[in-house]
T-cell receptor, first 114, second 114 residues
Framework: DAKTTQPPSMDCAEGRAANLPCNHS???????VYWYRQIHSQGPQYIIH???NNETNEMASLIITEDRKSSTLILPHATLRDTAVYYC???????????????FGKGTLLTVNP | DTGVSQNPRHKITKRGQNVTFRCDPI?????LYWYRQTLGQGPEFLTY????????KSRLLSDRFSAERPKGSFSTLEIQRTEQGDSAMYLC????????????FGSGTQLSVL
């Protein structure tokens, strides 16, 4: 999988939008961007994924730049329960080969403050 | 079904002892993964099953580690002759084989080797 670069930590005020950046400058055309988060003492949880179009679900929005070299995960109204480590991962699409494997970096620790 | 279940949640053992962890995946999921996570790091891939077949083992998995998934249902991870360096969180995840599969993680087993 291509490497990603994320800031080690970020702070956000409760109720405000949290914008988490990720650089993936070596991403290939068939690689998706996935986001997972890990709340303390729990396993990682899937948030969202996308290829080149912006995506939104009930948890977050994903904005991918036109050149696909970077993306931003947006939590529109952060709550204290969103405090977690957020992982940005790029992964080849398809269910064959070694596409099953997720390679995690160190992620970004997002702290939501009251 | 409430998700991926791992037991025990915590295990303390003395160096040299054998330990076994159990993972019960989401029932219809045909893929099962084991990851290991140490403090401050993202999860690292250990091994992967598709149904009952173990299709990949990481180089991180020494000969002291063995994993099974009999009948393609639950899985066990055994560590023989534990060492202090084995202390970590052991995470299990399951998924359904598809183009953009999502991994569902359990809460992990925290192993402490004294």
């Amino acid at each position: 999988d291509a490497k990603t670069t994320q800031p080690p930590s970020m702070d956000c005020a409760e109720g405000r939008a949290a914008n988490l950046p990720c650089n993936h400058s070596t991403i290939s055309g068939n690689e998706y961007v996935y986001w997972y988060r890990q709340i303390h003492s729990q396993g990682p949880q899937y948030i969202i994924h996308g290829l080149k179009n912006n995506e939104t679900n009930e948890m977050a929005s994903l904005i991918i730049t036109e050149d696909r070299k970077s993306s931003t995960l947006i939590l529109p109204h952060a709550t204290l329960r969103d405090t977690a480590v957020y992982y940005c991962i790029v992964r080849v699409a398809g269910s064959g080969g070694s596409n099953y494997k997720l390679t995690f970096g160190k992620g970004t620790l997002l702290t939501v403050n009251p | 079904d409430t998700g991926v279940s791992q037991n025990p949640r915590h295990k303390i053992t003395k160096r040299g002892q054998n330990v076994t962890f159990r993972c019960d995946p989401i029932s219809e999921h045909n893929r099962l993964y084991w990851y290991r996570q140490t403090l401050g790091q993202g999860p690292e891939f250990l091994t992967y099953f598709q149904n009952e077949a173990q299709l990949e083992k990481s180089r991180l998995l020494s000969d002291r580690f063995s994993a099974e998934r009999p009948k393609g249902s639950f899985s066990t991870l055994e560590i023989q002759r534990t060492e202090q360096g084995d202390s970590a969180m052991y995470l299990c995840a399951s998924s359904l084989r598809q183009v953009n599969e999502k991994l569902f993680f359990g809460s992990g087993t925290q192993l402490s080797v004294l």
